[in-house]
């Protein structure tokens, strides 16, 4: 509304272009976001039907490179603090997302049998599952955890997180973020032999194929059971 400095109801076909023009030779991805949001505001809420003549570009896919375990060692040294340290071992071992990760509390966590039951939630693409964490994660969150107080276990945000994670990858040489040791996570129990259900279990997806949605055990002894075979390490 700022760049068309004028009512809504006079916007033509050839103001779209000239405001799109300032993103076209940017990210293809905010390139495409910017169409899907004028689909949606100027097509479906108020009826401009030429708004459709507008097309979405594809996205070429890029193959994403995940860090070695000696970059992930050196990552998880230069980390500033014990606290980033426990948080870091538990995304990469667990496969939660960062959100999870940040809202879970004391309550929620098992360290004697490493098991974590977040918060429930439910989606097209999300499922609240038990997931479990490994040795390595498990004896430094113990030493975390008996030095600080509070139900919550991680008092942060995440654009605290997301900072100290930059300053890591820059003292290390190598770029991580929490999404990077999901994805880390998910590709190394595939490495380890672990089935596509149970992965996707663990990172909290929803099962895709009728053998995973109607003939799989996700009991927390059988997720723990899976998840011990695997015998995931992150540092060693």
């Not at 960062?98 to 098992?110: A, P």
Request: glycine letters at 6%; a positive charge; one cysteine or more.
């Amino acid at each position: 509304m700022r760049f068309l400095n004028k009512p809504i109801n006079q916007i033509t076909v050839d103001d779209v272009r000239e405001y799109l023009k300032r993103y076209v030779d940017g990210n293809v991805c905010t390139y495409g976001n910017k169409i899907k949001t004028l689909r949606r505001f100027l097509g479906d809420f108020l009826g401009y039907s030429w708004i459709r003549g507008f097309k979405i570009p594809k996205q070429n896919f890029k193959p994403k490179i995940l860090p070695s375990k000696e970059e992930l060692k050196r990552f998880y040294g230069v980390l500033s603090s014990l606290r980033y340290k426990a948080m870091f071992l538990l995304l990469a071992s667990s496969g939660l997302r960062l959100g999870e990760v940040l809202s879970l509390m004391r309550s929620e966590i098992d360290l004697e049998r490493r098991l974590i039951a977040p918060k429930q939630h439910s989606g097209e693409t999300k499922r609240s599952w038990v997931s479990c964490f490994n040795e390595e994660a498990a004896e430094v969150l113990a030493k975390y955890l008996s030095e600080c107080g509070g139900e919550r276990i991680f008092p942060t945000n995440k654009s605290r997180v997301a900072e100290s994670f930059r300053k890591a990858s820059k003292a290390a040489g190598v770029k991580i973020t929490p999404q990077t040791l999901r994805a880390w996570f998910a590709c190394e129990m595939a490495k380890l032999g672990i089935s596509d259900r149970y992965i996707d279990a663990f990172c909290g997806r929803t099962p895709k194929t009728v053998l995973a949605r109607h003939y799989t055990d996700y009991s927390p002894q059988r997720l723990k059971e899976i998840y011990d075979q695997a015998g995931l390490k992150v540092l060693s």
